[in-house]
């Protein structure tokens, strides 16, 4: 299958790998969490993880294994796993993996709440240095002989910094350290990162491939690029025959496992049936969200707008080498006479609501919402002015959306 396009693919794997009861073309999902073995041994060996199989839920269930394999071949990886949200992905990877006196180099544009994570890392004993990922060299200067791990996101949010993968990859190649990447922002239809040699791609599922604001998920898949053998963290009880599941074989047991934000089989198949449509949905929000961006652009109550699919972005050459579409996040800076509250308000289309990768557009005033706790030194540390909007553009047609903006600014 892996010679078939993208939604082919994706929408005719689930059938090939896996076994689906009655010819049912969804995973059944069960309410079971526990499973029951006729045979003692069978028990036994499928928890030393020499049989396939479920124990309890915590750990696995059918359709979690299935939104896992779907999602590793996807990105032609090694394997994947899912967790309750995007946050529980990340928070569970980094526990499993560093440890206290580890240094790792962190995005100084990342998500709030991995930026406020990265607090308890460091409470936690974890060194951490945060960086201007645009540009490979402030990484380069960084690194330590404990930098156990490079983490940064594809395209940041609010401001749209897009982070020097390629650069990155060869970086961390040469040290030999984890490359960890969020790539929510660009979905493996838009981003191919085995390309700039990512190691680990979490993302939160809850975005694009949810896709419609009812369900929360979480994934984490190895490339399959790292060679964990020299990586001094990997418990011995976790060095498995095959070497290349070390990484996620103590994710699954350290992270998944004893910290338990495991994805529930309820929400594993409301997010496979969101990614069958992942390329259809990115697409018509990635072209909104380039016609939009270009509209407000040149509108006189719109002082900046923040996109990497304009050509005046600082990352747009970066961004046109990694993405084949430059993403549904932008943001605006309006006119210093105009208020963002009163804009906002005037808006009938867009929703006013945080939350991102939706199929309806929303918009959020961002310094007073999601950057609040960050105080505005912060704020200024990462780009984020005090009047920034942030629009996560959805599938509408796209005259509509224009024309609710259009009214929304022309009231100021
Ligand atoms: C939303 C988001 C997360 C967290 O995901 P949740 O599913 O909300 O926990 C992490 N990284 C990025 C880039 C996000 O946009």
């Given at each position: 299958?892996?010679?078939?396009?993208?939604?082919?693919?994706?929408?005719?794997?689930?059938?090939?790998?896996?076994?689906?009861?009655?010819?049912?073309?969804?995973?059944?999902?069960?309410?079971?969490?526990?499973?029951?073995?006729?045979?003692?041994?069978?028990?036994?060996?499928?928890?030393?993880?020499?049989?396939?199989?479920?124990?309890?839920?915590?750990?696995?269930?059918?359709?979690?294994?299935?939104?896992?394999?779907?999602?590793?071949?996807?990105?032609?990886?090694?394997?994947?796993?899912?967790?309750?949200?995007?946050?529980?992905?990340?928070?569970?990877?980094?526990?499993?993996?560093?440890?206290?006196?580890?240094?790792?180099i962190v995005s100084r544009f990342l998500?709030?709440?991995?930026?406020?994570?990265?607090?308890?890392?460091?409470?936690?004993?974890?060194?951490?240095?945060f960086v201007d990922v645009?540009?490979?060299?402030?990484?380069?200067?960084?690194?330590?002989?404990?930098?156990?791990?490079v983490f940064c996101e594809?395209?940041a949010?609010?401001?749209?910094q897009?982070s020097?993968?390629?650069?990155?990859?060869?970086?961390?190649?040469?040290?030999?350290?984890?490359?960890?990447?969020?790539?929510?922002?660009?979905?493996?239809?838009?981003?191919?990162?085995?390309?700039?040699?990512?190691?680990?791609?979490?993302?939160?599922?809850?975005?694009?491939?949810?896709?419609?604001?009812?369900?929360?998920?979480?994934?984490?898949?190895?490339?399959?690029?790292?060679?964990?053998?020299?990586?001094?963290?990997?418990?011995?009880?976790?060095?498995?025959?095959?070497?290349?599941?070390?990484?996620?074989?103590?994710?699954?047991?350290?992270?998944?496992?004893?910290?338990?934000?495991?994805?529930?089989?309820?929400?594993?198949?409301?997010?496979?049936?969101?990614?069958?449509?992942?390329?259809?949905?990115?697409?018509?929000?990635?072209?909104?969200?380039?016609?939009?961006?270009?509209?407000?652009?040149?509108?006189?109550?719109?002082?900046?707008?923040?996109?990497?699919?304009?050509?005046?972005?600082?990352?747009?050459?970066?961004?046109?080498?990694?993405?084949?579409?430059?993403?549904?996040?932008?943001?605006?800076?309006?006119?210093?006479?105009?208020?963002?509250?009163?804009?906002?308000?005037?808006?009938?289309?867009?929703?006013?609501?945080?939350?991102?990768?939706?199929?309806?557009?929303?918009?959020?005033?961002?310094?007073?919402?999601?950057?609040?706790?960050?105080?505005?030194?912060?704020?200024?540390?990462?780009?984020?002015?005090?009047?920034?909007?942030?629009?996560?553009?959805?599938?509408?047609?796209?005259?509509?959306?224009?024309?609710?903006?259009?009214?929304?600014?022309?009231?100021?």
């Open positions: 299958m892996t010679n078939k396009g993208f939604t082919t693919q994706l929408i005719h794997a689930d059938r090939q790998l896996n076994t689906i009861e009655h010819g049912g073309v969804h995973t059944s999902t069960t309410q079971s969490v526990l499973f029951n073995f006729d045979r003692a041994q069978d028990l036994i060996d499928v928890f030393q993880g020499k049989q396939a199989g479920h124990v309890y839920s915590r750990s696995s269930s059918g359709a979690v294994t299935a939104l896992q394999n779907m999602l590793n071949q996807l990105e032609g990886g090694v394997g994947a796993l899912c967790f309750s949200t995007g946050m529980a992905a990340i928070a569970s990877t980094l526990f499993s993996l560093i440890r206290a006196g580890d240094h790792i998500f709030g709440n991995s930026r406020s994570f990265m607090n308890t890392l460091a409470d936690l004993g974890v060194q951490i240095s645009t540009d490979v060299r402030c990484i380069e200067a960084l690194y330590q002989p404990n930098t156990k791990m594809t395209i949010n609010p401001v749209t897009v020097d993968c390629e650069a990155i990859g060869r970086f961390c190649q040469e040290k030999n350290i984890v490359f960890m990447l969020d790539t929510t922002m660009t979905p493996c239809y838009i981003f191919d990162a085995k390309k700039v040699h990512a190691s680990l791609l979490v993302s939160s599922l809850t975005k694009y491939v949810g896709g419609h604001g009812n369900v929360l998920g979480g994934a984490v898949v190895d490339s399959g690029l790292y060679d964990w053998q020299t990586f001094s963290n990997i418990h011995a009880e976790y060095r498995v025959a095959d070497t290349s599941q070390w990484g996620l074989t103590q994710i699954k047991k350290r992270g998944l496992r004893d910290i338990g934000a495991t994805l529930s089989p309820d929400s594993a198949s409301r997010l496979s049936i969101g990614l069958e449509t992942l390329a259809l949905r990115m697409s018509r929000a990635c072209d909104n969200a380039l016609q939009l961006a270009t509209w407000l652009n040149s509108h006189e109550k719109v002082d900046k707008v923040y996109y990497p699919g304009l050509a005046d972005h600082p990352q747009h050459f970066i961004a046109r080498s990694l993405f084949s579409e430059f993403g549904a996040i932008l943001s605006i800076e309006l006119a210093p006479d105009a208020d963002p509250c009163v804009f906002l308000d005037r808006l009938q289309l867009v929703l006013c609501a945080t939350h991102l990768g939706d199929t309806r557009t929303l918009a959020l005033p961002v310094a007073s919402t999601i950057y609040y706790e960050n105080g505005p030194d912060g704020r200024a540390d990462m780009g984020i002015a005090e009047n920034l909007i942030r629009i996560s553009v959805g599938i509408e047609d796209i005259d509509d959306l224009i024309a609710d903006f259009e009214q929304g600014l022309n009231a100021q």
